[in-house]
């Protein structure tokens, strides 16, 4: 390529710094000896022009830098002379010369090709996260469903009635001891049949009907109970009737009162219903509220413990069983210092074990605050001597007919169960006896008319009662009463002297237990 000097040294200039930095050449108006000597007077500065030239690699580096480079200086000179260009005369005495050029190709094909691959990354980058954003629409959407599938749980657990199996198994066996009464009215009835034949098609009525609702609807438990309620009583008035030649025995005695003998049996278990925060609820304790002032009015009282079987934070009231059953009407409150489910209530204030101590605590059921907390003198806590099966329960209260009590152990009594009896108001300690049975040993305990009564797990579906301490007499011994469970573990139990039930938590489950006792010869 044939080029002009100026403009010549103009590209020179410009291509300077892909290989080296060059000094800055300013041109001189006057002719330059070096330029006159390498291509003569006649140069013409400006002017001129060439074919082009082939380039190659050596020539990109052998100009501006390196050991084949010229660098330009002073004022018009060239301080060496150039080893990458020739010049020539053409017939007009034109100066001309010829310069090979550095690459200077641009790299067209890497860059498409480059194009090409950005083009295609890009598009496999949108697919993907085309994918996300519909997977973030999705989990959207379940977390919707989940939600709305919670709440529905939640409102079943807290706000309808929700049996399971076990409910409608309790129901079947109820009705198959009725079946076998009517049978035994049957074969022993004098007289006209027809009542005890129309009782008979009403219990396999009945039958038939608890069948068809554990297949299509269990929330109709309650009902059912009510009939099931209405014919035992029908069944006792029979029984009544054919009774009438047999001499009368004694009636029991009343309600609230010990004029009775030792316990003898309990029933099976009657299962109320779930505890109202749900299965995950194992460990608690419920009842109802006992006053010998108004024996027949207490409320009843649900305390679940919460999931890590130790913290009472939450506790539920109703003032009747149907509220209970419906769970309607409830008064909910919150504690921050329950331990345990050796929890009992009595003249409407809740009794506990204070959290991490041996103190007991009473609350005020109507403002839920602390009426009045002590120190239970020597008593072991923190799990130190607590039931078999049932962790935090060391210290154990207690409500009978004659007021409130205590069960623990002492580093003293090595273990062995201590009954203590406590001012209601103050909780002081008003007496104390020790027995000679191991409390770890134990799973649960309770106690009517000042006597202990203490279970221990025969397996999963029986308890036994099978030790008490009498502390009006200072005796214990033996007993072998069997106790029917629906659930593996007690949790608790508290006694009601006006019903003369026990209030049992099994897993969960709320029980009743109907208690039998010895009647004192008249």
């Known amino acids: ?99 090979n050029l550095p690459d200077t190709t641009f790299p067209v094909e890497r860059v498409e090709r480059l194009e090409f691959t950005v083009h295609i990354l890009t598009e496999k980058f949108e697919k993907e996260l085309s994918k996300v954003r519909e997977y973030v629409q999705l989990i959207s959407i379940y977390e919707k469903k989940l939600s709305n599938l919670t ?35 049957k074969e022993g009835f004098v007289g006209s049949s027809a009542v005890v034949d129309q009782l008979e098609v009403e219990i396999r009525n009945m039958t038939v009907l608890v069948e068809k609702l554990e297949t299509l609807d269990k929330n109709n438990v309650l009902a059912i109970r009510r009939e099931v309620l209405a014919l035992k009583n029908k069944l006792k008035e029979c029984e009544a009737s054919q009774g009438e030649n047999i001499p ?85 409150y919150r504690l921050t210092y329950g331990q345990g489910s050796g929890t009992a209530v009595y003249k409407n204030h809740m009794y506990v074990n204070w959290y991490n101590t041996g103190n007991i605590a009473k609350v005020n059921l109507t403002t839920n605050t602390v009426a009045a907390t002590r120190p239970l003198p020597g008593a072991a806590y923190n799990n130190r001597f607590s039931y078999a099966n049932v962790g935090w329960q060391d210290i154990d209260l207690a409500v009978d007919e004659n007021g409130l009590w205590v069960i623990y152990s002492t580093e003293a009594s090595t273990g062995n169960m201590v009954i203590s009896r406590l001012n209601d108001t103050t909780l002081e300690v008003l007496n104390t006896w020790q027995t000679k049975q191991y409390k770890p040993s134990v799973s649960n305990a309770f106690i009517v008319c000042g006597v202990l009564y203490a279970t221990r797990t025969l397996n999963t579906r029986t308890e036994e009662i099978f030790y008490y301490y009498d502390t009006n007499t200072g005796q214990e011994g033996q007993l072998d009463i069997i106790m029917h469970k629906m659930q593996e573990r007690v949790q608790s139990i508290n006694y009601h002297p006006f019903d003369q039930k026990l209030f049992v938590y099994n897993d969960g489950y709320l029980l009743t237990y109907d208690l039998v006792f010895q009647q004192k010869p008249l």
């Open 1 to 99: 390529m044939r080029l002009s000097v100026p403009l010549l040294l103009a590209i020179l200039t410009l291509l300077g710094p892909a290989t080296g930095t060059p000094e800055p050449w300013i041109p001189d108006p006057s002719p330059s000896p070096s330029l006159d000597a390498a291509f003569g007077s006649n140069f013409i500065p400006g002017a001129g022009s060439g074919a082009s030239s082939g380039a190659s690699s050596g020539a990109s580096s052998g100009f501006g830098g390196g050991s084949r480079g010229r660098s330009w200086s002073g004022r018009g000179s060239v301080s060496q002379s150039l080893s990458n260009f020739t010049g020539s005369k053409d017939d007009h005495g034109t100066c001309l010369c010829s310069m």
């Open 151 to 185: 709440v529905r749980v939640e409102i079943m657990e807290k706000d309808t009635i929700s049996y399971t199996e076990l409910d409608f198994e309790l129901i079947k066996m109820e009705v198959k001891e009725m079946e076998k009464l009517i049978i035994r009215l």
């Open 248 to 332: 009368v025995s004694p009636p029991g005695p009343a309600p609230g009162n010990c004029a009775h003998g030792a316990l003898v049996n309990v029933s099976k278990p009657s299962v109320v219903q779930l505890n109202w925060k749900g299965f995950a609820y194992k460990y608690g304790a419920w009842g109802r509220d006992y006053s010998p002032e108004h024996p027949d009015q207490g409320l009843y009282w649900v305390a679940p413990l919460n999931t890590d079987g130790r913290l009472l934070e939450h506790y539920r009231l109703h003032s009747t069983l149907d509220d209970l059953l419906l769970y309607i009407n409830a008064r909910d």
